[in-house]
């Protein structure tokens, strides 16, 4: 063992045999120390001595060549960056490896060094034929030290396979800086080298910059493709914190080559580490081949960039991301309206390799976007994506934008699936308060034992927004839960679902309750698709959803579900009950040309303020009714249907109204109010009421009326008396039932006020059912041969009859008509309103006979009857 104390016995030694050197004291060197063998330098113990580069010395301090190998322990190397200012272009690394090995142990610290080239600690030049190794392990350090161009603490250029870096046990890089990977930079510049990179144990990479990209660590294989692949794996507890650069804050990775994998599963926090634009801890561009990335096991917590606070993914040739028993938590993506991706931002621009993204049993919290995607924004381009989450938990993420949790954007055939999965107080500026999803192709969306709580939108969606786009998207929810979630500004309390071709089936005991939109349409569900379709079946629960939170001139429509157009299939299990809305459909709105198919099911107990309690059917849109129920819901009118102009309605098969219980309207028509089409067969119940606004909206019979049909009009300004007792039309067949039955006209009931004295009947030709004043009989008994002037009969509606006295009976004087042989009352007028057939008696008075002319009698001058105002009457005797 040899021991020195000054450069000349040091430059000595090493020229010399022995395997081991000790310092006895500090040391100044002023040349570079060449190492052509394996020698060992320590610092005799206890002592921990530096070797310092003199202010005239910029070369290394050690240069490593030829196959040897140079092993540091309980030393300090020392670049005395105050007397090598960063002016000085030749000033060097503190240790040059070109072709050897270069261990730094226990005890070994490299500091204080500026480079004005690669490598400010250490630099491992290409060697052609010779392999470069740099093993740190023990508590050996790197720190403080600066390289202008790449790798602030260690850079490697393989020119072999072989060529490679091992940091393991309490290794420390900290407090480094570069324009490219601020503690370790790890590039390729053979096209035949392939490389990788282990860093594991207890390593702590802390504190580095980059004025460039890999603040902690920079890492790239041959960039021209068709090279061996190169793998970056930090694993055992190693620290990756408090790093920045302007590129990927902790890590920068560019992958080129196939199988080029990136892998994480570090027990430590991957935290706190920075990035002016893209990827707070991992910014990752990949060309050419696709890159595969795998997390498992890793908490990446309050890493911050401009985009993808955490992870920052743009890919031109496909990528596959797995992640499972990992977090992501309170990372943040910063630069205002760019500024997407609080945890991963990920952008496919392939056409031909697809993206796919695996998350299981993860935990993404509290990230947030100042644009868009709170946890996750993905750009699936237009390659194929497949994104799948299982047994994982979204929680409190934000976005400024759109998808508090997640946005997916999509040109190609894409299948997203939540299988296990909570998103729950997930909040986004725009639409989509969990997940914003949108896709211009082909698109799968299924969530699968999932449960979306108390997620909020500014705008749309409060727990999802899907689009189709241009193209289609089905959309399953089976067996999951929406509840809690808010839309502000506009539509979808928890589902936004539009599109051309977005079909959405919730199955399976699926439940969409108190969710709310405050002035949009739709508290639970709005749908705005032309050709796709909402089916609810399998015990589908939709409760307590509202559209009524505040008065507005937009919304308030569709308390439970609002198409605005949609095809809405609502299948036997269904309950959509509780719901209420501002203005229209309590449960269930409808408009511009949207189709309802009814088939079982209920729709109970929903409110409107204003029309369609149960269901509100608008905009010329069409409802089939063929089983289920609609009871016990409240409007101001149409309690359980308002179906307005330019509507159908067709109540049919098994189809009940109020059989559960009466519907109320606090105005009017309490059960039905038709100013549409609506068409009845069979057995129908509407013993609820039904309004008719017009002549227009009466009720069509497209089949027979089975007995004990009950339809029950109610008043309305058309069904009701006029004074020329017109028939009002209540019903009318249409094809194929155009002649109606007497069955069909007595399932009709009469409105309970105003119709005293009218009739329900079939008109001539049995085509239309009338209401229609009854045609009482007035008979006239007692005539004794005699005629007479008055009508034989009246109705309800005709004027005052005032009866004329019958014809002269000879011997008789009439005396009045009565309504009896005997006693009775004396009639003289048949008052309008008066009902029922009536009998007259005419009663007669004898005529007494004129007293005979009695030519002799005698008159007393005293009577006055003798005298006449000329004198006595001389006729008298």
């Known amino acids: 063992m040899a021991q020195v104390s000054n450069e000349s016995e040091l430059s000595a030694a090493l020229a010399g045999t022995d395997p081991s050197i000790q310092l006895t004291a500090d040391i100044p060197v002023t040349n570079q120390l060449e190492v052509g063998r394996d020698v060992t330098i320590s610092s005799l113990f206890p ?3 530096a070797l310092t580069k003199a202010a005239g010395h910029s070369q290394n301090l050690f240069r490593v060549a030829s196959g040897a190998s140079l092993h540091l322990n309980n030393i300090i190397l020392d670049g005395d960056m105050a007397s090598h200012p960063a002016s000085d272009s030749a000033n060097r690394s503190l240790i040059c490896v070109n072709g050897g090995s270069l261990y730094l142990e226990d005890g070994c610290i490299l500091r204080n060094n500026y480079s004005a080239a690669e490598g400010g600690g250490v630099c491992l030049q290409a060697a052609p034929t010779l392999a470069n190794l740099l093993v740190m392990n023990g508590n050996s350090r790197i720190t403080g030290c600066v390289s202008k161009t790449s ?3 260690a850079a490697m250029f393989p020119g072999t396979s072989n060529d490679r870096m091992e940091f393991s ?26 490389i990788s990179l282990t860093i594991g144990d207890e390593v702590r990479i802390t504190g580095n910059s980059a004025s460039s990209s890999g603040g902690g660590i920079f890492f790239s294989g041959y960039r021209g493709g068709g090279a061996a692949s190169s793998l970056l794996k930090l694993t055992g507890s190693m620290l990756l914190a408090g790093n920045s650069a302007y590129h990927g804050g902790g890590v920068y990775f560019y992958s080129a080559n196939a199988g080029d994998r990136l892998e994480i599963s570090t027990t430590s926090p991957i935290s706190a580490n920075r990035a002016s634009n893209n990827g707070g801890a991992v910014c990752l561009t990949a060309v050419l081949q696709p890159v595969s990335i795998s997390i498992d096991g890793t908490v990446f917590r309050e890493n911050t960039a401009g985009t993808g606070g955490m992870l920052y993914l743009l890919s031109d040739a496909g990528f596959s991301l797995s992640a499972q028993n990992s977090s992501l938590i309170k990372n943040t993506a910063t630069t205002d309206a760019s500024g997407s991706g609080g945890g991963l931002w990920l952008q496919n621009r392939s056409l031909a390799h697809p993206s796919e993204i695996h998350l299981q049993s993860c935990l993404l919290e509290g990230n947030q976007a100042s644009a868009s995607g709170g946890a996750i924004a993905l750009y699936a381009g237009l390659s194929a994506c497949s994104f799948t989450a299982a047994d994982s938990s979204f929680l409190s993420n934000r976005s400024s934008g759109s998808g508090g949790a997640i946005l997916l954007g999509s040109e190609a055939e894409t299948f997203f699936l939540s299988d296990g999965c909570r998103f729950a107080e997930n909040e986004a500026g725009n639409s989509g308060g969990a997940i914003y999803y949108s896709n211009g192709s082909t698109g799968t969306v299924r969530f699968i034992n999932s449960r979306l709580l108390t997620n909020t939108a500014g705008y749309e969606g409060g727990a999802l927004r899907l689009f189709s786009g241009s193209g289609t998207l089905d959309t399953s929810v089976e067996n999951s839960t929406f509840s809690g979630n808010t839309a502000i500004n506009s539509s979808g309390g928890a589902i936004w679902n539009g599109g051309g071709g977005a079909s959405l089936l919730i199955t399976d005991a699926s439940s969409i309750t108190n969710n709310t939109c405050h002035i949009g349409n739709g508290g639970g569900i709005y749908c705005n698709t032309a050709n796709g379709t909402l089916t609810l079946q399998g015990k589908v629960l939709v409760q307590n959803n509202r559209a009524d939170a505040k008065e507005n001139g937009f919304g308030g429509h569709g308390g439970g579900i609002c198409c605005i157009p949609g095809r809405l299939l609502i299948r036997p299990g269904t309950d959509i009950s509780g719901n209420s809305a501002l203005q229209s459909g309590g ?10 198919d009814m088939s079982g099911g209920s729709i109970h107990s929903n409110t409107a303020r204003r029309q369609g309690g149960g269901l509100w059917n608008h905009g010329g849109s069409t409802a089939i009714l063929t089983g289920g129920d609609i009871f016990l819901n409240q409007a101001g009118v149409g309690g359980g249907i308002y179906n307005d102009i330019g509507s159908q309605v067709y109540k049919l098969n098994q189809a009940s109204l109020g059989k559960g219980g009466e519907n109320r309207a606090s105005s009017y028509a309490p059960g039905i109010y038709n100013n549409g089409e609506f068409y009845i067969e069979g057995l129908r119940d509407i013993t609820n009421g ?37 028939p009002v039309i209540a019903g009318e067949g249409t094809p194929p039932h155009t002649t109606l039955t007497q069955q069909d006209a007595d399932a009709f009931r009469k409105p309970p006020q105003d119709f005293d004295g009218w009739e329900i009947r079939l008109n001539g030709n049995q085509t239309q059912v009338w209401l229609i004043p009854i045609v009482y009989a007035i008979r006239y008994e007692n005539l004794e041969g005699s005629s007479h ?9 005709s004027p005052d009859i005032r009866l004329l006295p019958p014809g ?3 011997g008789f004087r009439f005396s009045g008509w009565y309504n009896a042989p005997g006693g009775g009352r004396q009639v003289t007028v048949i008052p309008q309103g008066s009902t029922g057939d009536i009998t007259l008696y005419a009663r007669w008075v004898r005529r007494r006979p004129h007293p005979p002319h009695r030519a002799n009698r005698i008159c007393k001058p005293q009577n006055p009857s003798c005298h006449t105002p000329d004198g006595p009457d001389t006729s008298c005797i």
């Open 47 to 49: 002592d921990v001595f």
């Open 151 to 153: 790798g602030g603490a």
């Open 169 to 194: 046990d309490h290794a420390v890089i900290a407090n480094n800086s570069a324009a490219n990977g601020g503690g370790i930079c790890c590039h390729s510049l053979t096209s035949g080298a392939g």
């Open 587 to 596: 449960g269930v709105s409808l408009a511009e040309g949207s189709m309802l």
């Open 690 to 726: 039904f309004y008719i606004e017009d002549r227009d909206a009466v009720v069509f019979l497209q089949g027979g009326l089975d007995s004990g049909s009950v339809i029950q009009l109610d008043n309305s300004g058309y069904v009701s008396p006029n004074p020329e007792g017109e």
């Open 789 to 797: 002037p008055n009508p034989e009969s009246y109705t309800a509606v």
């Open 808 to 810: 002269e009976r000879t």
